[in-house]
């Protein structure tokens, strides 16, 4: 990192002590446990812990200087005194992009942000030097955290926002102040927070009131309510598309599923129309496939350089993460969980199974506000159409999902990976596809971990 204390007080205030011209920074860190010489240390006040208590260790660990909300009288380093430490370290990452000068590409959406990044990441990395946030660190923190370890060299740096509140937009669009801005999609997600579906809509295509001088906008047409509040910002967005009928210049569809969890899907850019197996399957990835390509082609790539990319892409643990184990076919996709996710999960692991059985092992999808009821009764009325084998619950609204599905007795309660375990053994199911899939704090992939564990054990072997 080449900046200097002085520029961090003239990024925060416009001012700088004499003398700290010569004060260089080597990282910038908000825990004290992981700060080195050199290092300025932001005191963020969170909800759990307060940085100002560990200034102290800070300091012995080599801190260069300190960015606090506090007064600080004791401390013998310089101090950086601000009104909202958390505000400041955006401050901060946004210098630090405008120092680099590399071009940014922000994606936002409710589902599909971090399969988009990891997709695009691969796709630019064949020609071009690139970043990225590590998993979804896409908050307040996580973005300029990320932010700072992307370096100067780089050309491309590709960072996800996430939101969960009204006016969350609002504080993260300006530290990436993008050059491209993405909308992967908009669904139910955030209900707490945002409301209601155009809440989501409007805060989302927030970002693209950030979007730089000459930017671009890339937003999915398949949604109205996104579509329509983009164009309200950008009057001609670029769109993409999974709909064939759809005139858009970049268009991607599923075709169907092939071996080990390997998809094949059809991809339209104004440089061709083919099809092609990419290590992935599903709609909602060719909805990421048709953004990607959007996106390469805006950055100079060809449609032949995103098939090309995506095709080394390895699945995330938790996302959709298809792990073979035996006959079984296990579907880890707990990373997280809300309808248009779970949707597209359910109905994408019931393609796969075909004629094989289907089990889905479901679990709460939490924040969504006055309408979880109503949703988690939805839930419940798509399973019933599904109609899988078996079908396993666990979290509070089991009795939502049962209302909405309508068969009680086809719906087995399960509060811990040993009551599953247990139903499981009782069924002797062979063969099967089973989709463990819900909110995160759920922590469902113990589920999916325990079944994968008793069948790798069971003398069947598999692979992951």
Not at 122 to 149: C, D, E, H
Not at 311 to 323: E, H, N, P, V
Not at 375 to 404: M, N, Q, S, W
């Amino acid at each position: 990192m080449n900046l200097t204390l002085a520029d961090v007080e003239r990024c925060l205030s416009g001012m700088a002590e004499e003398g700290h011209q010569d004060i260089a920074i080597n990282s910038v860190q908000t825990d004290s446990r992981t700060v080195e010489k050199g290092d300025l240390f932001f005191c963020i006040d969170g909800d759990n812990f307060d940085g100002h208590e560990f200034a102290e260790q800070a300091i012995k660990n080599g801190a260069a200087a300190i960015v606090s909300a506090q007064m600080m009288p004791d401390v013998t380093i310089p101090v950086i005194m601000v009104r909202d430490t958390t505000h400041a370290l955006g401050q901060v990452a946004a210098c630090w992009r405008d120092t680099c000068g590399a071009k940014l590409v922000a994606v936002t959406g409710t589902a599909g942000k971090t399969t988009v990044k990891e997709m695009l990441f691969a796709v630019v990395s064949q020609k071009l030097t690139a970043a990225k946030n590590y998993r979804n660190f896409n908050n307040q923190i996580g973005l300029p955290m990320s932010m700072f370890k992307a370096n100067c060299e780089q050309d491309i740096w590709i960072m996800e926002l996430g939101i969960s509140q009204t006016g969350d937009m609002e504080e993260l669009a300006p530290i990436a102040s993008p050059d491209i801005a993405v909308i992967t999609n908009i669904g139910p997600g955030h209900l707490e927070g945002l409301g209601d579906e155009a809440g989501v809509a409007l805060a989302k295509t927030t970002l693209l009131k950030y979007l730089r001088q000459g930017g671009s906008a890339i937003v999915s047409a398949d949604y109205p309510l996104l579509w329509d509040a983009a164009r309200e910002i950008v009057p001609a967005p670029t769109a993409f598309s999974t709909d064939e009928g759809n005139n858009t210049s970049y268009v991607a569809s599923f075709l169907g599923t092939e071996a080990e969890g390997w998809g094949r899907f059809r991809l339209r850019t104004p440089e061709g129309d083919g099809e092609f197996t990419a290590p992935f399957c599903g709609e909602h990835y060719a909805e990421n496939l048709a953004c990607v390509a959007a996106v390469a082609h805006e950055l100079g790539l060809s449609r032949e350089d995103v098939i090309t990319g995506v095709r080394t892409i390895q699945a995330d643990s938790q996302r959709f993460c298809c792990k073979l184990s035996g006959d079984v076919m296990v579907i880890d996709d707990t990373y997280n969980a809300n309808p248009l996710s779970m949707a597209r999960a359910i109905e994408t692991a019931a393609q796969m199974a075909g004629d094989r059985p289907l089990v889905l092992v479901l679990g709460d999808m939490r924040e969504l506000g006055a309408e979880a009821t109503q949703r988690h009764e939805e839930l419940g009325a798509l399973v019933k159409g599904i109609a899988p084998t078996a079908f396993f619950y666990k979290g509070d609204h089991y009795g939502d999902v049962i209302c909405g599905s309508g068969d009680a007795t086809k719906a087995v309660s399960v509060n811990t990976p040993d009551d599953f375990m247990d139903a499981w053994r009782d069924m002797g199911l062979t063969e099967a596809v089973v989709l463990v899939k819900g909110s995160r704090s759920l922590k469902m992939e113990e589920y999916a971990n325990a079944l994968c564990k008793v069948l790798g054990n069971s003398g069947n072997g598999g692979k992951g």
